[in-house]
């Protein structure tokens, strides 16, 4: 029998999720965006993983496909290790229920037409979740967890601040009684004081209700606030992963530590120091560089990095930590080159 505690409640293999490029005076197909192009990983019940990277690099991309948003053209999403991609229709609406998303601009994921008890009220009732004398009751506890006053129910969206809004975007989320929830940067378009506001809440709902989360994020503060790993992604791949902790304190790969360099520094004197910021942008997706996808930026960048595209390792990182780069992961004599 099969030990539930050891198995991932959503596990990612080789994901592939590519996009088509129109072109020519007669519309054909001239390539593919490779948003996500090859990523594997596993989140355990109860965990949050924290995503990070710049934007494009695929993030959002992947916590759209976890919640079914989007299709895979390769690779492989389990959930309680069943295939999603092979389950049937019955199946399936059981599942959706527990995969629920939070998104970035919480006012466009909001019917501005209805007001919020009719928002949150219709899915509880399709799903079956509560019935028609139980519903208002239902939506008011949930009010009550996310921080909302009870005579919000007939108000519309337009009539909330960003950060009600947001709480009422979870509180639609929590009304499936979902085990797994994507927050898509949640708090980047909030003001600071309203943001630790929004993490403190996630936090407490995962704790109290053992939530299992992906937590998308810009800012790197945020995200190991509220992660117990992080995932590093680059131009579709991850480049590091491990314990937040760890990577916080002990960055392996050059574009983790040129990530964590760019974050504003309060003290003057730490501002005063020379920091190596990275140069450029992020590069094609249609035509990802040969090798190491971050060699063109990258001012450790060897002859290897160019020929063969590096594997996620922690030969050399250790401790559950996996950094995908030649230079770092090769023998120096003991010492790392970066």
């Known amino acids: 029998m099969k030990d539930s505690r050891n198995t991932p409640l959503i596990q990612v293999e080789d994901l592939k999720m590519y996009y088509p490029v129109k072109g020519g005076i007669i519309s054909h197909t001239t390539g593919f965006i490779r948003a996500v192009d090859g990523i594997s990983f596993s989140i355990m019940e109860g965990e949050t993983l924290g995503l990070v990277g710049e934007s494009g ?37 059981r599942i959706r229920t527990q995969l629920q998303m939070v998104f970035q601009d919480p006012y466009s994921s909001l019917n501005p037409r209805k007001h919020i008890f009719e928002i949150l009220a219709q899915p509880m009732l399709y799903h079956r979740i509560s019935t028609k004398g139980t519903v208002e009751k239902d939506i008011l506890k949930i009010l009550d967890m996310v921080g909302l006053s009870r005579n919000v129910l007939g108000r519309y969206p337009h009539e909330f601040s960003g950060g009600q809004r947001q709480r009422i975007g979870i509180a639609k989320a929590l009304s499936l009684n979902p085990r797994f929830i994507v927050c898509d940067e949640p708090v980047s378009a909030l003001d600071v004081s309203i943001q630790a506001q929004i993490l403190n809440l996630l936090k407490s709902l995962q704790k109290e209700l053992n939530l299992t989360l992906l937590f998308v994020g810009h800012g ?45 520094v309060p003290d ?17 997706s249609v035509h990802p560089p040969e090798g190491c996808r971050f060699h063109l930026r990258c001012p450790y960048a060897a002859d290897m990095c160019r020929q063969k595209e590096p594997e996620l390792t922690g030969e050399k990182a250790g401790n559950g930590h996996y950094a995908a780069c030649p230079i770092v992961m090769q023998d120096k004599g003991g010492q790392d080159i970066v």
């Open 57 to 93: 690099c695929g993030k959002s991309t992947i916590g759209r496909g976890l919640v079914g948003l989007e299709k895979p053209v390769g690779g492989r999403i389990l959930y309680e290790g069943k295939d999603l991609s092979l389950l049937g229709r019955r199946d399936m609406k």
């Open 220 to 264: 790197l503060g945020a995200v190991n606030y509220v992660s117990s790993r992080v995932a590093v992604m680059y131009l579709g791949k991850i480049v590091e992963m491990g314990e937040a902790k760890e990577i916080f304190n002990h960055p392996v790969h050059p574009y983790t530590k040129a990530l964590l360099d760019a974050v504003p």
């Open 268 to 284: 003057p004197e730490e501002k005063q120091k020379k920091r190596d910021l990275l140069q450029g942008e992020i590069g094609d």
